[in-house]
Each structure stands twice: as structure tokens, then as C-alpha cells.
């Protein structure tokens, strides 16, 4: 029972445009929502988090939305660099157990 | 780098074998977590220890069972190996509290292939 759903398993976005992955959640208690990124041979790093108190959280390039009473979550960077292509993974939870997706695989295009 | 250290790299054993993977968390992270990424799966939650005591379980089989010493590393220990136990095993951990919330760190993961 897949808690955490990345529908998206691949994008691809030219350099400088917007990228935007998406990731739905079924559990109305998960009350922290994290994105990580993963480069092939490396575990998952830390990218952007956002509790459920909030609906947009910013650093830098990076935005997450929330939208709580569609169980949705968005990562947007703008712009896209070819140094961001990797797997994304979303991650919702509350406490110490979260539920990851399975990824979506990010190319940004020179 | 994370400074989360995993070995070994790459695991390969036959079904029915014992393996032990081994997780070095963070210096001063006292807490460490163990993950599972099968093909085409997300991460799946294993286990956390917080300083030597076990503090959250997920789906992980009876078969697994894992540990954390005094000086703070970790070991998962899968056994009775079967097929479907292939796949990406990921250590990470986290800060001082163990509490929620807090930012975990994996490893490069230790990849192991039962034939």
C-alpha cells in the first residue's frame, strides 16, 4: 500500500525553464513533507522541507507547495540547471517514520 | 559527502544465507535509520535506533534484525535470505534528539544481490 505516490516517473525540462514534480500523499495525518535528491552511487540528499502549517516553503531555487486538502505536494525549481538532473524522491510522514515515493527522474536539457 | 559511511558497497550472496550490513551515522548523530529500495520502489522504512535503543519500526521482516553499539554504529542483519531480498539497503542519520522532524543524512547505500 503505496502511501506516497510520485505518478511522474521521468521529466524532461530545458535549461532555465521551470521544473515541476509532483507528489500525492494518502494519509490525512502526515504532518512534515520533505523532498530529496539523488544522484546515481549516492544515497538521498536533503533538498527542501515543509510542515503542514504552512503551504509554500522557499530556499533559493528550490519552492515546495502544499495543498492539504488535496494530499498534494509540488517542488518547483526555477530556473532549471543541468546540475539539478537526478531522481526526486517525496517523503510525508509524522514523527519518526516517513513514507517515500518511488522518485521521478529529472533531466534538464542544455 | 553525507558523513554517513556504509559497507561493504556491494554485497552478493546465495538464498538462504546471513549478511550483515554495517552503518557509520554522522559524527554526534545518535540516531540511525535503515532503509530498503527495491526495483521501481520508493525507500522503505525500516528501523531507527536513537543511542542504542530501538525508537520506531516499519515494515522490516522478521527475518532482519538490527542494532546499534555504544560507539554509535549500526548493523542490519538479514537472514534466510531470499530473491526478493535484492535490493538498495540505505543507513542515514540524524541529529542530538532522536525527536521528530529532524533532517536525516544517508549513506551511499550497500547493495545486495541474492542469487
Redesign the interface.
Same mark, same amino acid.
Given at each position: 500500500d503505496q502511501q506516497v505516490k510520485q505518478n511522474s516517473p521521468s521529466l524532461s525540462v530545458q535549461e532555465g525553464r521551470i521544473s515541476i514534480l509532483n507528489c500525492d500523499y494518502t494519509n490525512s495525518m502526515f504532518d512534515y513533507f520533505l523532498w530529496y535528491k539523488k544522484y546515481p552511487a549516492e544515497g538521498p540528499t536533503f533538498l527542501i522541507s515543509i510542515s503542514s502549517i504552512k503551504d509554500k516553503n522557499e530556499d533559493g531555487r528550490f519552492t515546495v507547495f502544499l495543498n492539504k486538502s488535496a494530499k498534494h505536494l509540488s517542488l518547483h525549481i526555477v530556473p532549471s540547471q543541468p546540475g539539478d538532473s537526478a531522481v526526486y524522491f517525496c517523503a510525508a510522514g509524522t514523527g519518526n517514520q516517513f513514507y517515500f515515493g518511488t522518485g521521478t527522474s529529472l533531466t534538464v536539457i542544455p | 559527502d553525507?558523513g554517513?559511511t556504509q559497507t561493504p558497497k556491494h554485497l552478493i550472496t546465495a538464498t538462504g544465507q546471513r549478511v550483515t550490513l554495517r552503518c557509520s551515522p554522522r559524527s554526534g548523530d545518535l540516531s540511525v535509520y535503515w532503509?530498503q529500495q527495491s526495483l521501481? %520502489? #520508493?525507500? %522503505?522504512?525500516l528501523i %531507527?535506533y536513537y543511542n542504542g535503543e530501538e525508537?520506531?519500526k #516499519?515494515n522490516i521482516l522478521e527475518r532482519f534484525s538490527a542494532q546499534q553499539f555504544p560507539d554509535l554504529h549500526s548493523e542490519l542483519n538479514l537472514s534466510s535470505l531470499e530473491l526478493g531480498d535484492s535490493a538498495l539497503y540505505?543507513c542515514?542519520s540524524s541529529g542530538y534528539s532522536? #525527536?521528530?522532524?529532524e533532517? %536525516?543524512?544517508?549513506?551511499? #547505500?550497500t547493495r545486495l544481490l541474492v542469487l
Open positions: - | 553525507s554517513v532503509y521501481d %520502489q #520508493g525507500l %522503505q522504512f %531507527q525508537r520506531a #516499519g540505505f542515514a532522536g #525527536g521528530a522532524y533532517t %536525516q543524512y544517508f549513506g551511499p #547505500g
